[in-house]
C-alpha cells in the first residue's frame, strides 16, 4: 500500500511540475513576446538566430564603409569640379588678355590671378574630410601636397602622398576606396615626346626616352664650341661642343632628364619644353604664371603668344582629366548607392527571418497555455481524489 502511494504522489508531483513549468515558459513568451528567450528553448532555432545576427552585424559593417565612402566621394567630387572652374577662370583670363581686351600692363595682373588660382589648387587638393586627406592614398595623414616658395610665391609642388588607393572592403569579396590616389586624379599619364615650342636655340629632341614631365624651362649659355644647357634654373649645366645627338641633361631638383640633339643648336636663349600627356596642375598653374610674369623678357607676340597657345592646351589636357574623374567618381558612387540598397534589402530579409524564429505566436500560446491550465487542474483534481482514498474506501 505504502509503495503505491509513493507511485501515486510521485507521478502526480511530475505532471504538476511538468505542466506549471509549460504554463511558466509561456507565460514567459506572453510578457517577452519572444518564443525564444533562451537557447534551450530551440536549440535548432537559437543556432540560426546567433548565425542571423553575425550576419546582420556585418552587412550593417558593410552598409556603414559604404556611407562613410559615398560621403568622401561626393565631397571629393564637389572638390575636383571647384579646381575644373578654377581651369575654367583661367583659361577665359588668358583669353581676354591675349584677345587684346587688356593692355600689356595687365599682364602682371594676370600672373597674380594665376598665382591665386595655383594658391587655391593646392588648398583643394590638400582637403581633409573627416580628419583624412582626400587625396594621399593609403597616406591619409600626412598632406598629400608639399609646395617649395621663392620670395612668397610657389615655385614647386611635390606630390608625397601614396600611389595606391585606400580600398576598403564594402561586400563580400568587393573593395572600393575613397581616399584617392591625387598623381592619378591631377596629372596625366599618357606621354608623347617633348616639344620645344620656341626652337629658338636650335636645340632638338634626343633619341633617348625622356622622363621630364609637363613644362621645362630650357636655358643655353655660353658660345660656339661651348655652351652650357640647364633645365633647372641654372643649378647645374650641361656642357656640349654641339656634336652631341643624344646628351643627358638632368634637372638636379627633381632628378628628371631631358635628352637633346646639340648638333643644330644656334646659340645662347630661353625654349620651353612642353610634354603632352604628362602635364599636371600646379606645374602648368606655375609655368603660365612665370610665363606672364616674363622676367625673362621674352618678346610678346613671337615667344609669348606661342608659349601661350600650349599652356591653353595644357588646361584644356587637365581639364579633361578632371572631367573624367568626376565621371568616374559619379559612377562610383551610383554603383554604391545600388549595392547599398540590396545590403539593406538582404539586412531586413535577415531581420524578417529573426523576428520569424524568436516572435511569439500569441494566438498559439493562449491555446496552449489554456491546453496546460486543463491538465494542470485535471492532475490537481485526479491527485486530490487518489490521495484521499482510506481502507474504508475499500472495505465497502
Known sequence: MSSSLDN???????????????????????????????????????????????????????????????????????????????????????????????????????????????????????????NQYLYGGTRSSTTPYSVTRTNGYITKVTYQGSNENRDVEVAPGVDASALQVGADIFKSDERSSPEFILG????????????????????????????????????????????????AVTNSVTGEILYVDTTAITGPGVDLVSVSGTHDVFN???????????????????????????ALEALNEIG??????TVSVGSKIGFLDNLKDGLENQKYDTEDETTRLEEADISQIAIDLSRYEVLYQMSLAMAGKLLSMSLLDFIR
Open 200 to 247: 629658338s636655340t636650335g636645340i632638338a629632341n634626343g633619341t633617348g626616352t625622356s622622363n621630364v614631365n609637363g613644362f621645362t624651362w630650357l636655358t643655353v649659355t655660353g658660345s660656339a664650341g661651348n655652351y652650357n644647357i640647364s633645365i633647372d634654373g641654372g643649378l647645374t649645366a650641361v656642357n656640349t661642343d654641339g656634336t652631341d645627338t643624344n646628351l
Open 8 to 130: 501515486i504522489y510521485y507521478n502526480t508531483t511530475f505532471a504538476l511540475r511538468l505542466n506549471t513549468n509549460q504554463m511558466a515558459r509561456l507565460q514567459e513568451q506572453v510578457t517577452t513576446g519572444s518564443r525564444i528567450n533562451r537557447p534551450s528553448d530551440d536549440p535548432s532555432a537559437s543556432y540560426r538566430v546567433l548565425g542571423l545576427n553575425t550576419e546582420k552585424r556585418s552587412i550593417g559593417q558593410y552598409l556603414n564603409s559604404i556611407t562613410e565612402i559615398i560621403s568622401k566621394l561626393e565631397f571629393s567630387s564637389t572638390i575636383v569640379e571647384n579646381m575644373n572652374k578654377n581651369i575654367g577662370d583661367a583659361k577665359l583670363r588668358i583669353t581676354q588678355i591675349t584677345g587684346g581686351i587688356y593692355d600689356d600692363q595687365a599682364r602682371e595682373r594676370t600672373a597674380e590671378g594665376m598665382n591665386d588660382i595655383l594658391e587655391q589648387m593646392v588648398s583643394l587638393a590638400n582637403t581633409k574630410h573627416n
Open 320 to 325: 579633361d582629366l578632371l572631367l573624367q574623374n
Open 284 to 310: 602648368t598653374m606655375i609655368t603660365i604664371r612665370q610665363i606672364f610674369e616674363n622676367d625673362l623678357g621674352l618678346n610678346a607676340t613671337t615667344q609669348m603668344q606661342p608659349m601661350i597657345n600650349k
